[in-house]
């Protein structure tokens, strides 16, 4: 309902932003945007303290700490117990202040290798998640079976969406330890400001499925407004790593060279998703990649000095 209160936390970040406005801008009035400097969720009375005093009826979380795949392989265990420290203080709070649903950001890490493409919603605890992101996908598991039981005991409705590789402006572009987009788009910006090539981990060969931060916050409101369960939160189309370096080449008018640097890791090879619980809801992707990364990479230019990294 329009007159819901909402509370996004994690809402300085790339999704957060783009979901603020994404709700304000179709009628909802009453949009509390929570970040870091309100607290740190992983602090269990800070945290009830935050809902207590807000008393949303919905919460988006999308509070997280978040890395690439090399941050991931480096931080396993800060990965794994500041996420379920986070995650377990949001959803209990959210049930103890009176919330009526929560809509969480989950993450396809949580799939396995082994598991049939395109993967579907029913396979989320079929075998072990990829070994180079298996803490932090644990901790999004155990967020779901956390909202299920909640579900169960309190009456506690959920969303529990499988975010696919999401990218765009206010993202943090970590070269070194960032999601593959924004930290390459960062190396592209470098390159062609000072001059040089560009080098850029593994072989190129896994695909993966990128979501614009716009396109994902739209299809997390009619998530929050339409859908009960774990789905998969992506466009359905995959590319290449290398197809994709392509296009940030050109976007970025890259005169150097590229080199692949096969010493490092590719991650899963292939992410490919089933979208039809998504687009039996009216999701269509507003972007395509290349428009989705040119935007990017023009507000990263017009933001160096801000950006988060």
């Not at 060279?257 to 809801?281: F, I, T």
Request: hydrophobic letters at 40%; charged letters at 20%.
């Amino acid at each position: 309902m329009h007159s819901d209160k909402i509370l996004i936390t994690g809402a300085s970040g790339v999704i957060g932003q783009a979901l603020k406005k994404e709700l304000e801008e179709n009628g909802y009035s009453n949009v509390i945007a929570l970040s870091s400097a309100h607290g740190d969720l992983r602090n269990e009375e800070q945290t009830m303290k935050i809902f207590q005093e807000v008393k949303p009826d919905v919460v988006y979380h999308l509070a997280a700490r978040v890395y690439g795949i090399m941050g991931n392989m480096q931080n396993k265990g800060k990965a794994f117990i500041d996420n379920t420290r986070i995650n377990t203080n949001v959803i209990d709070a959210a049930h103890q202040s009176g919330a009526r649903k929560v809509v969480a950001m989950g993450s396809s890490a949580i799939y396995s290798d082994s598991v049939t493409l395109p993967m579907t919603e029913n396979q989320v605890w079929n075998g072990a998640p990829h070994f180079s992101e298996a803490a932090y996908a644990h901790s999004k598991r155990a967020m779901l079976a956390q909202l299920e039981a909640y579900q169960a005991q309190y009456g506690l409705d959920f969303a529990f969406c499988i975010s696919t590789n999401l990218y765009g402006p206010h993202d943090k572009f970590d070269e070194e330890w960032g999601h593959v987009l924004p930290s390459l788009i960062s190396k592209f910006h470098r390159a062609t400001q000072e001059g040089g090539n560009v080098s850029v981990w593994g072989t190129g060969k896994a695909r993966r499925d990128f979501l614009f931060g716009a396109d994902a916050a739209y299809a997390m409101r009619l998530i929050g407004e339409n859908y009960t369960g774990p789905i998969n939160l992506a466009t359905g189309h995959s590319q290449t790593i290398r197809e994709t370096v392509e296009l940030i080449s050109k976007i970025s008018g890259l005169q150097g060279e590229v080199h692949w640097d096969a010493s490092k890791p590719d991650g899963q090879n292939l992410r490919e998703y089933d979208v039809s619980k998504l687009a039996a809801l009216g999701f269509v992707p507003r972007h395509s990649l290349e428009e989705g990364l040119q935007k990017t990479y023009q507000w990263f230019a017009k933001n160096t000095r801000i950006v988060r990294t």
